[in-house]
């Protein structure tokens, strides 16, 4: 058992190819054991494990230091037995059929008469890849991955199968879906199927009545005379963010956080916060806040108009503009109203203090694609707000952190090649910095779909790609050849090549392009580093 080769994921992430399952889970073991100087989170899969590293430095060290690690062989370990009943009612269950030379009968006789060993979590909270005893139900992903798979659904794909824990995109084949939870949050356990489980399928005979897991409550209003926000319009999509959740990379769970790292972090330093504290992340600039005590806040990213309306018992004052990148005061029972002011997709407000709502797995941050985290704020919730230590110092005014486009209105993005340039060649890196994209309308915080005029990209290799952890920034490439750039709340592992990834620096910018923004890729100077073979 041995590394293959080390590619580069990105500028802080590693993706190391192993020569099978077991070194995959020795090495897995081995680095959760012991991890390397910087070691953020990693995610093992198919044939890959995916570090995360805190900086470049760190990932480039780790890359030297990998070959001579000696990670012998997993222990072995026995889960339990997990019993999953099936509808067998999907959409592709006769496609899978035709693909296997099977009779749907039979199809469904070889699904549930054969005991699926958990082997792996990723993509979302929840999902297991399962290895079957054989290769009866070997399958392609389908040729475009759907917008949206339902919960509970039960899916194959190559030699795995797996049930999708809520809605989310995806690009497996559907044979019929589950009743039965595969992710709870007020579970001891949140996972109902966790790695070395053993999971049978049975056809069910009807259906079965699973409790429900409850959204996220909304923020609820303080106590009469404490600190708060109160959401009087909510606007389109506004979230609490944070600098996500680190660690948990093995149960499925993304890192999400703040879709724009600048403009969060220049929130908080306006108002004297730590960087990393939770901040309203609001899509489109469009959002009324009422004071309760008074408040110091920031807005930031997006360009924005902002207005403070004086309290109604309020005879002095008068309505006032304040500006973006610069701290203000909003006074008990002022209203600041945002509306959107030219350039930009998502705003920032940070206050003063911390949001006293409770983390979930260590964060405040909402997590679109897993649906980890607070639920969006609505209108007529509270947030309430704790105080901050004495010495936190607000800041002075800051230029704006929002890209700029060249004379024709183009955006770039510096990127790296790979992890898996060789899925198109240098003929696809050179068509792929060489044209013009356009983000579509199908673009979220999830990622941003290409496409419009552009050429699409064409793979050299045949094949399916076994599934592998991503890095936030990839450029993941299904076969239509438009490519997904995939942000914040991207899943954790694809089966889809990626061509290359935005570079760290470049993120910020990628999270505030609005569907129509013209983009460009350019290569960075470091990404014809090639693989570390070893």
Request: proline content about 6%.
């Given at each position: 058992?041995?590394?293959?080769?080390?590619?580069?994921?990105?500028?802080?992430?590693?993706?190391?190819?192993?020569?099978?399952?077991?070194?995959?889970?020795?090495?897995?073991?081995?680095?959760?054991?012991?991890?390397?100087?910087?070691?953020?989170?990693?995610?093992?899969?198919?044939?890959?494990?995916?570090?995360?590293?805190?900086?470049?430095?760190?990932?480039?060290?780790?890359?030297?230091?990998?070959?001579?690690?000696?990670?012998?062989?997993?222990?072995?370990?026995?889960?339990?037995?997990?019993?999953?009943?099936?509808?067998?009612?999907?959409?592709?269950?006769?496609?899978?059929?035709?693909?296997?030379?099977?009779?749907?009968?039979?199809?469904?006789?070889?699904?549930?008469?054969?005991?699926?060993?958990?082997?792996?979590?990723?993509?979302?909270?929840?999902?297991?890849?399962?290895?079957?005893?054989?290769?009866?139900?070997?399958?392609?992903?389908?040729?475009?991955?759907?917008?949206?798979?339902?919960?509970?659904?039960?899916?194959?794909?190559?030699?795995?199968?797996?049930?999708?824990?809520?809605?989310?995109?995806?690009?497996?084949?559907?044979?019929?879906?589950?009743?039965?939870?595969?992710?709870?949050?007020?579970?001891?356990?949140?996972?109902?199927?966790?790695?070395?489980?053993?999971?049978?399928f049975t056809p069910a005979m009807q259906k079965i009545a699973v409790r429900e897991t409850p959204a996220s409550a909304p923020a609820q209003p303080a106590a009469d005379g404490s600190s708060a926000l109160r959401i009087i319009d909510s606007g389109l999509q506004s979230l609490l963010q944070d600098a996500g959740r680190i660690g948990y990379g093995n149960l499925g769970v993304g890192v999400a956080g703040a879709a724009d790292p600048a403009a969060f972090h220049q929130a908080n330093r306006l108002v004297g916060n730590p960087v990393n504290h939770a901040v309203i992340e609001n899509l489109g600039s469009r959002i009324t806040l009422e004071a309760e005590q008074d408040q110091v806040l920031a807005h930031t990213g997006a360009e924005a108009d902002l207005w403070i309306t004086p309290a109604a018992d309020d005879e002095v004052r008068t309505e006032r503009q304040v500006a973006g990148n610069t701290p203000f005061a909003l006074l008990h029972g002022e209203r600041l109203t945002v509306t959107s002011g030219g350039r930009g997709l998502r705003s920032y407000l940070a206050v003063r203090g911390q949001i006293g709502l409770e983390p979930v797995l260590g964060s405040l941050s909402t997590d679109t694609l897993s649906g980890v985290g607070p639920a969006p704020l609505a209108s007529g919730g509270v947030l309430p707000v704790q105080r901050p230590r004495i010495g936190h110092i607000v800041g002075n005014s800051l230029p704006s952190t929002l890209p700029v486009p060249d004379a024709q209105g183009v955006y770039t993005l510096r990127v790296l090649a790979g992890p898996r340039a060789d899925w198109f060649g240098p003929a696809g890196l050179a068509q792929l910095t060489g044209q013009v994209w356009e983000a579509t309308s199908e673009s979220n915080r999830v990622g941003v779909r290409l496409g419009t005029g552009a050429q699409p990209l064409q793979r050299i290799r045949a094949g399916e790609l076994a599934s592998e952890g991503v890095a936030r920034g990839s450029l993941q490439v299904p076969p239509s050849g438009l490519p997904v750039l995939f942000l914040a709340d991207h899943p954790v592992t694809g089966g889809y090549p990626v061509i290359a990834t935005v570079i760290a620096e470049d993120l910020s910018a990628a999270a505030q392009l609005p569907p129509g923004s013209s983009i460009r890729f350019l290569l960075h100077p470091a990404a014809g580093q090639p693989a570390a073979e070893a």
């Open positions: 058992m041995s590394i293959r080769a080390i590619h580069h994921a990105g500028s802080h992430d590693l993706l190391v190819d192993l020569d099978s399952l077991d070194a995959v889970l020795a090495l897995n073991a081995a680095l959760e054991a012991s991890p390397l100087e910087g070691q953020r989170d990693l995610l093992a899969a198919a044939q890959t494990v995916l570090l995360k590293f805190s900086n470049a430095e760190q990932a480039q060290r780790a890359r030297t230091l990998l070959p001579t690690l000696a990670f012998g062989t997993a222990a072995e370990t026995i889960g339990k037995v997990v019993d999953v009943p099936v509808h067998y009612d999907g959409e592709d269950l006769a496609a899978v059929a035709e693909l296997t030379g099977l009779s749907i009968d039979a199809v469904i006789t070889a699904h549930s008469t054969q005991a699926w060993r958990a082997v792996f979590d990723g993509f979302a909270p929840g999902f297991a890849y399962l290895l079957g005893q054989n290769q009866q139900l070997n399958v392609p992903r389908r040729e475009t991955p759907r917008t949206k798979v339902p919960a509970g659904a039960v899916a194959l794909a190559g030699e795995y199968s797996a049930v999708y824990p809520r809605q989310s995109p995806g690009g497996w084949q559907l044979i019929g879906h589950t009743d039965v939870q595969m992710w709870d949050l007020e579970r001891e356990n949140p996972a109902l199927i966790r790695p070395q489980d053993t999971v049978k």
